[in-house]
Structures are given as C-alpha cells and as structure tokens.
C-alpha cells in the first residue's frame, strides 16, 4: 500500500512542479523534458531486464549445482545460529540461510553481478514460507532491508571515478574509510528498525556475538588495507578478491556436485531457465518505477529541494557546504546511475578533493538503490503488499546520510 502512495506522489509532485516552472519561467521545454525522460526511462527499464537476463541465468545455473552438491545447506547450517535469531520465521537450515549469505557476501565485496541473483533466490526461497504470497513476510522485509542498505567493504568503483576525473582526486582512496562507517551505520540502523518492528531482541548473547565479531575482522580489513596497501595495491587487493571468490564459489560447487554424483551439466541448464523468466517477470515493476523516478527528476524536483534546504540552512545560520553534495544522496535511494551522475558532476563542478565532492562520494557508497530493489526483489515474487518495508528502508539511508555528513566533517573539515 506504501507503495502505491509514493508512485502516486512521485507523479503529483513532479507535474505541480513542471507546471509551476511553466508558469513561473516560462519553460516552453519543460514539459517536453518531461514526456522523453518518461519514454527513455521505459525503453531503458526494459534493455535493463534484458541485460540481467545472461547473468541470472549464469549464477542461478551455478546455484542449482550447489544446491544439489550441498553446499547451500552446508552455508545454512553455519550461520544458522545467527540468522535463526533474526528470521524467527525461517525454519532451522533451511537453504533460505545460505542464499542469504551468498547474497550479503556479494554485496559485502561489491559484486553486484552476483548479489542480485543470490538476493532475487533468497526471496523465492522466503516466498515458499510465505503463508499470503501477495504480502511481504516478516523475513522477507528483515532480508530486504538488510540488503538495501548497501553494507560494501570496498567502494572500488567510486575510488576508479575520483580518480578518473579532471583533475583527479590528489587521494582519490580518502573516502574509504568515511564510505565504511556510513554504510556500516546504515546497516545497524536497518537492522535495528526492522528489529524493533518485529519485537526481535538484539541483545541476546548470539546475535551480539556475530556482530561483534563482524565488526572486529571489518577493522582489521580496514586496517590492514589502510596502513600496509598502497591506492594501487587496495584496488589490485579488491579485484582479485571479489574476481577470485566468484570462481571459487564456480569451482567449490562443481567439484561438489562431481563428489555427489551430481549431473552437473543438466543442473546448470535447470537451473540457468530461471533467470529468463525472472528476467522477464520484473519488466513491468521496472517500467512503473523508472519511469515515476524519470518524471521527478525531469521535472525540477531535486533542484527545488536543494535550493529550499540551502536558504533553510542559510536562515539558521549553519553551514551549507553539505547541501551541494546532497542531490547526490536524494537520489541514491531511487538510481544508481542518476546518483552515479550526480556524484560526478558535484566532483566537476566542484573538485574531487572539495568538501563536496568528497561527501558526494560518501553518499554514494552509503546505500543501496531503495526503489529499485523494491521493484526488482518484491516483483520477483509477486509481492504487492510491501508493508513497512520502503519506509524502513528509507529511514536507514537517512541513517547514512547523517552519519556520512558527520563523518566527513570529521574527516575532512568544514
């Protein structure tokens, strides 16, 4: 239902918008701008499903392999302990557990090839424990939630744009830390929100214990890369992590499958004719949300917004440097590559090593595209009834934005 008043908003806003620049300026444009954002956004909705079509049907492939050789539940029964304190609902071992885990471990190394068919078999998984196949569950939100906010280790790809930009960032790695604790602290707010919602006690011995423990080999990551690696040495550290462990997990699940005697060419061809209906089942929630996304951003909206919360700050006397950066972050939540834009052109306008464009970068590894996981995961399965999934969600990229103005004051000075 939350869902079907903000598609709704989305539309009014943006054409009370467009028309009061109509009025106001007299932009004979504005509305054309409009209808070719609405028409492209539809077009490139479905290019995008057709492109995650080759890679759904690859890593589903490979997950029916592991499936049938074990090792989906060999990683479900490991972080059973964990996991069973969150998904209450989720019965013991169950191979929801470990496409859960594939899929935060995708995200958590940057893999976003991998995490979106790892996330999209986990919510089939938690849609056959769904008792209202229409509505979401109370895993299926505490899993999507989680996702959306975004928990990355290395932001390798916004440390390749500061360093690609004219002039370069002197460092383009300096906001490797910041990104970490922004999009750390968005994850414990996501977790928190959700828990408080389901009435899950985060202070029982287990779940403080993976946490805690999470949190420890995370700083000595961070650690390591920050004070043994060079800028060089990090990003040839990330890639040869994240490429290596993708065929790791290919090798792991074949040499399983041959050890059970599992026919592992017909496996992958099985499993590999998932991603094509996945791929075509998600066009339609797709289209709506790109095209209601296109029509805010078309119209004026952000830039309304920006001026109004610079003349707000400017009134209460604070300091307005973070607003510059802040169309960045607004439209994280609704796409990766408007955001993506939007970081790059405040690093332009700006300078990559400006407090703007350094912040710009920060918002940009903080989260995850809210709206477009919503419509990619929950259409997946069907669900229309998203209950308090989007506004959770929205809450902890609040949570980011926060903690990554705060950090990179800390960081990087006013």
């Known amino acids: 239902m939350a869902l079907n008043y903000i598609w709704f908003f989305f539309f009014i806003i943006a054409f009370a918008i467009g028309f009061g620049k109509w009025i106001i300026t007299g932009d004979p444009l504005i509305f054309k701008s409009i209808t070719e954002g609405i028409f492209k956004s539809a077009n490139d909705s479905v290019d995008l499903s057709f492109k995650l079509i080759g890679i759904m049907t690859l890593f589903l492939g490979f997950m029916n392999i592991g499936e049938r050789a074990g090792a989906i539940r060999f ?20 191979p929801a557990y470990g496409h859960m885990m594939m899929n935060f471990s995708a995200n958590l190394l940057g893999l976003d090839n991998a995490a979106t ?25 505490m899993f999507l939630v989680l996702h959306a906010s975004g928990l990355t280790l290395i932001p390798i790809s916004i440390i390749a744009m500061r ?46 214990a993976w946490i805690a423990g999470i949190s420890l080999l995370i700083g000595l990551l961070i650690a390591y890369l920050k004070i043994f690696l060079s800028q060089i040495q990090i990003e ?14 290919f090798l792991v699940f074949l040499v399983g499958g041959i050890y059970k005697k599992v026919n592992v060419f017909e496996s992958f061809v099985e499993g590999a004719k998932g991603g094509f209906e996945i791929a075509i089942k998600i066009i339609p929630y797709l289209v709506a949300m790109l095209v209601a996304i296109s029509v805010l951003r078309t ?14 700050f400017d009134f209460c006397g604070m300091d307005t440097q973070f607003v510059s950066a802040l169309p960045t972050a607004m439209m994280k939540p609704l796409s990766g590559s408007g955001s993506r834009a939007m970081m790059v052109d405040t690093m332009n306008t700006y300078g990559a090593d400006s407090f703007a464009g350094r912040l710009s970068a920060i918002f940009q590894g903080s989260s995850d595209t809210t709206f477009y996981v919503v419509a990619v995961y929950f259409g997946a399965v069907g669900i229309k009834n998203t209950r308090y999934a989007i506004p959770s969600m929205l809450l902890a990229d609040l949570a980011g934005i926060i903690t990554a103005i705060f950090v990179a004051y800390l960081f990087f000075g006013a």
């Open 299 to 312: 119209s004026g909206a952000f830039e309304f917004i920006t001026s109004g919360m610079k003349s707000f």
């Open 117 to 141: 068919p790892f996330g999209l078999k986990a919510m089939e998984s938690l849609q056959t424990l769904n008792p209202n196949k229409e509505t979401a569950s109370n895993a299926q939100i």
């Open 75 to 94: 990683l479900s029964k490991l972080v059973a302990p964990f996991f069973s304190k969150l998904f209450p609902e989720v019965p013991p071992k169950h």
């Open 236 to 249: 040839t550290f990330s890639t040869v992590l994240s490429n290596g462990l993708i065929l790791f997990i």
């Open 163 to 208: 360093a690609a930009v004219t002039p370069p960032a002197a460092n383009p790695t300096d906001i490797f830390i910041p990104c970490m604790i922004a999009t750390f602290a968005a994850t414990v707010a996501a977790l928190t929100i959700v828990s408080i919602r389901q009435k899950i006690n985060l202070f029982q011995p287990v779940i403080l």
